[in-house]
């Protein structure tokens, strides 16, 4: 990440997080105990930080990064298993350099818009406690104050979208694909998380995706 980057002192402080016991325990440990097909690499088994273009107007909010995904590339979706379909849509929307990545080190990089997540650490079975994601919480809190050119947040899944909430003190808010919810600073934008389980039983179809970053690129300079 960019020396100029405001928020890497940031990032340097999630990387060392050892908030969460579980958490923690649990990403050291795949990092081990990998998967077959990734038995030769050296996983990155720490929290995760976040990335992309520190003055975007876009930013994009996760779950958090999966255990063969993110804690093995140290780097948050869209270098993950199930992220292909996050660089295919920012490059489509002239968000990204590249439609696809496999690493931190392959040139791929975000055009306005910057990805983090609720949690950044992955979490067993993707089930985050309510404590963990409080704990996270004060990451996720500051780098939304850093990010001060940021007008349209984009929620990926619903647990992206309630800590979005707690964080912008939204309430009796009610999570659905491409719903929008207007504040004066900022305008929220939900989608569902493009995970295999939605995008393979259909749930989540590439145009009703593709749709979402059409809409924050039109949101992002008419807000």
Same mark, same amino acid.
């Given at each position: ?51 992309? %273009?520190?003055?975007?107007? +876009? /930013?994009?909010?996760?779950? &958090?990064?999966?255990? #063969? @995904? !993110? ?90 979208? %309630?800590?979005?909430?707690? +964080? /912008?003190?939204?309430?009796? &808010?009610?999570?659905? #694909? @491409? !719903? ?44």
């Amino acid at each position: 990440m960019n020396s100029k980057n405001p928020i890497q002192p940031l990032n340097n402080r999630i990387i060392k997080c050892k908030k969460c016991t579980r958490l923690n325990s649990y990403i050291k440990q795949i990092s081990k105990d990998k998967v077959k097909r990734f038995s030769n690499e050296k996983y990155w088994g720490k929290p995760l930080p976040s990335f992309g %273009d520190p003055r975007a107007q +876009i /930013l994009i909010v996760g779950l &958090a990064p999966a255990a #063969h @995904g !993110g804690n093995r590339t140290g780097r948050l979706s869209p270098v993950n298993i199930l992220g292909d379909w996050v660089a295919k849509v920012l490059y489509h929307n002239n968000l990204a350099t590249k439609p696809t990545s496999h690493n931190v080190h392959d040139g791929f990089s975000l055009i306005n818009c910057y990805i983090t997540a609720a949690v950044r650490c992955a979490p067993p079975d993707n089930k985050p406690t309510r404590q963990e994601m409080q704990n996270c919480s004060i990451y996720l809190e500051k780098e939304i104050t850093y990010l001060q050119n940021v007008r349209v947040i984009v929620c990926l899944g619903r647990i992206a979208f %309630d800590a979005i909430c707690r +964080i /912008l003190t939204i309430k009796k &808010a009610k999570f659905s #694909h @491409g !719903g929008v919810i207007k504040l004066e600073k900022y305008i929220v934008l939900c989608s569902y998380h493009p995970s295999r389980q939605n995008t393979q039983t259909g749930r989540l179809l590439w145009d009703e995706w593709n749709q979402i970053f059409i809409l924050a690129k039109k949101m992002s300079t008419n807000n």
